[in-house]
């Protein structure tokens, strides 16, 4: 039974920050890459930040050096700080995983809304 769950979003003005978390359980927490993902209104799913087992980190070019994703294996939580926010962060915000790594089956949290106003 695996579950992600988000938190964190909300509305924010233009270069403000906020901090989403996702906290997952029935997965293996520690070997896992986790990602976010956001979907805006008419666009597709786009992968905005990954971390791997190892620490690892990728980021989309359009949030780089403003996103900061983060990982504590002691709590099963997955981070996502976002620094001088922009209008077209606007979207629902998602958290992302395996129960293995490897495995085709992908989970997802409910989401979370971040909007930045302008």
């Known amino acids: 039974q695996v579950q992600l769950v988000e938190s964190g979003g909300g509305l924010v003005e233009a270069g403000g920050s906020l901090r989403l978390s996702c906290a997952a359980s029935?997965?293996?927490?520690?070997?896992?890459?986790m990602r976010w993902y956001r979907q805006a209104p008419g666009k597709q799913r786009e992968l905005v930040a990954s971390i791997s087992s190892g620490y690892l980190t990728n980021y989309a070019d359009s949030v780089k050096g403003r996103f900061t994703i983060s990982r504590d294996n002691a709590k099963n939580t997955v981070d996502l700080q976002m620094n001088s926010l922009k209008p077209e962060d606007t979207a629902v915000y998602y958290c992302?995983?395996?129960?293995?790594?490897?495995?085709?089956?992908?989970?997802w949290g409910q989401g979370t809304q971040v909007t930045v106003s302008s």
């Open positions: 992302n995983s395996r129960r293995v790594p490897g495995s085709p089956a992908e989970y």
């Open positions: 029935g997965i293996i927490f520690k070997i896992n890459t």
